[in-house]
């Protein structure tokens, strides 16, 4: 599902660059290439949340912001 910070073995943010503990997680999907169930996911800071947020949003990619400890506690997804 993403990229895990070697030293505290925590989800990483998935802004370029960005070495800062995930907090939320970003559900998308492109409707041109993925069925309507599917989500794939970024990570995301406190501080890269909105950033990450719009690029989707703009796109219409966009299905969902939830913490990470929410996405972790429910089975909402088959791909993490």
Same mark, same amino acid.
């Given at each position: 599902?993403? *990229? %895990?910070? +070697? !030293? @505290?073995?925590?989800?990483?943010? @998935?802004?370029?660059?960005?070495?800062?503990?995930? %907090? $939320? %997680? =970003?559900? $998308?999907?492109?409707?041109?290439?993925?069925?309507?169930?599917?989500?794939?996911? $970024?990570?995301?800071? +406190?501080?890269?949340? !909105?950033? =990450? @947020?719009?690029? =989707?949003?703009?796109?219409?990619?966009?299905?969902? %912001?939830?913490?990470?400890?929410? $996405? !972790? *506690?429910? +089975? @909402? *997804? *088959? +791909?993490?």
């Amino acid at each position: 599902m993403c *990229a %895990v910070n +070697d !030293e @505290s073995n925590h989800p990483i943010c @998935s802004a370029k660059g960005c070495r800062a503990a995930a %907090v $939320w %997680v =970003l559900a $998308w999907n492109n409707p041109k290439l993925h069925t309507p169930e599917r989500r794939k996911t $970024w990570l995301a800071c +406190d501080e890269h949340r !909105e950033h =990450l @947020s719009q690029f =989707l949003g703009v796109r219409g990619f966009l299905k969902d %912001v939830v913490t990470l400890a929410e $996405w !972790e *506690a429910g +089975d @909402s *997804a *088959a +791909d993490r």
